[in-house]
């Protein structure tokens, strides 16, 4: 499985998205309701397999912070931060319509 790395990575306050530049060139836009809708720690998603969207009324982002060299982490403005979103979560989760019709990023 191709390890998927970003070379940058922005929050785009002004259109509520994180952007995500990836090492291939691809840019993915995540909505923020996306990305806390998806988070991944168990709280969340409970200890079952398959990823489930959570519906969040009106997410904000109050911080990105680098999880060693294979994630990163969101802190909200709701205090949750449990989330460790690596790179290939991140990647799998591409709402572009390119990796939607692969059926994966």
Same mark, same amino acid.
């Given at each position: 499985? /191709? ?5 940058? =990575?922005?929050? =785009? ?15 993915? *836009? ?11 720690? /168990?709280?969340? $998603? ?7 969207? =959570?519906?969040?009324? *009106?997410?904000?982002? /109050?911080? =990105?912070? /680098? ?5 990163? $982490?969101?802190?909200? *403005? *709701? ?27």
């Amino acid at each position: 499985m /191709a390890r998927h790395v970003p070379v940058e =990575i922005n929050h =785009i306050r002004e259109k509520g998205v994180v952007r995500i530049t990836w090492e291939d060139g691809h840019v993915g *836009d995540y909505t923020l309701g996306y990305l806390r809708g998806y988070c991944p720690c /168990a709280l969340c $998603q409970g200890h079952g397999g398959e990823s489930k969207l =959570i519906e969040v009324p *009106d997410p904000k982002l /109050a911080k =990105i912070s /680098a999880v060693g060299n294979y994630a990163i $982490q969101f802190t909200w *403005d *709701d205090g949750h931060n449990t989330g460790i979103y690596t790179f290939d979560y991140l990647r799998s989760l591409c709402p572009c319509l390119e990796c939607k019709e692969k059926g994966s990023g």
